[in-house]
């Protein structure tokens, strides 16, 4: 486990060919299905913002929003937003991004997909983790039922 | 240079500015900036110990933000095993 209070980095090892794991990363309707949000319509361009609806069971007032920094097809996707943007009554465009990158390398085992956030230590510390993404317990649930899931299919 | 205070409040404790400026050629103005940083990010705090001002290691902040990371981590995790169910079905 990383001692780095700045970043978190993340990989997954996907059994699919690279345009397929691409396109759902890349198109923005198919990202939202599995992430959980709403971009129905929408599209990722480089220098341009997207939002739109969480869709995720009991966050659905939230509204999603990133800033896409960087497409490069088939090899990478970067965007910034704000981790835990969930007061409405706040206005979060002062406050600090965090940047998510998302990395493929295809290799024979299949697609390795490499999620890095950072910037976190210039994030104020209440705003790191709040409801959305603080539901620790819901969320574990959640994984145990994926896992499961992905296990048995 | 702020690791380096860091490390220095975590193996040694509470302590003076004099006491971290001791062996270096940093000025006590210099190591007081860099600790004013540290401390509004949460990581050091100064006491006051009779007339001395004291800085240590805020550990409980560092932890917490430790903790708060690990879950975000979590949810990206989370995210991924949506991703694989996804692309690999």
């Known amino acids: 486990m990383s001692t780095s209070t700045d970043r978190i980095e993340r990989k997954i090892l996907l059994k699919a060919p690279l345009a397929r794991v691409w396109r759902a990363l890349s198109d ?4 939202g299905d599995w992430f959980g949000v709403d971009f129905k319509g ?19 007032h939230i509204v999603m929003e990133v800033f896409i920094e960087r497409v490069v097809p088939e090899r990478l996707l970067a965007w910034r937003w704000h ?12 406050e600090p991004t965090t940047l998510v990158v998302f990395e493929l390398e295809a290799g024979d085992g299949g697609v390795l997909l490499s999620v890095v956030e950072s910037g976190f230590d210039k994030v104020p510390p209440a705003r790191r983790a709040t409801a959305f993404r603080m539901n620790s317990s819901g969320w574990d649930e959640q994984m145990k039922n994926i896992q499961k899931h992905v296990a048995a299919s | 240079m702020r690791l380096r205070l860091i490390a220095a409040l975590c193996v040694g404790g509470a ?18 900036k860099h600790l004013d940083v540290l401390a509004s990010a949460g990581l050091v705090r100064d006491t006051k110990v009779g007339r001395e001002r004291l800085w240590e290691f805020e550990r409980a902040q560092l932890d917490e933000a430790r903790r708060s990371l690990e879950m975000i981590a979590r949810q990206w995790d989370y995210a991924l095993a949506k991703l694989k169910r996804a692309v690999e079905s």
């Not at chain 1, 923005?28 to 990202?31: L, N, T």
Request: charged share 15%; proline share 6%.
């Open chain 1, 42 to 60: 929408k599209s990722f361009v480089a220098g341009e913002s997207v939002h739109g609806q969480i869709t995720y069971p009991g966050y659905e």
């Open chain 2, 15 to 32: 302590m003076s500015i004099t006491q971290l400026t001791a062996g270096t050629h940093v000025t006590r103005q210099a190591i007081t």
């Open chain 1, 28 to 31: 923005a309707r198919e990202f």
């Open chain 1, 83 to 94: 981790p835990a943007a969930i007061d409405p009554t706040v206005d979060y465009s002062q």
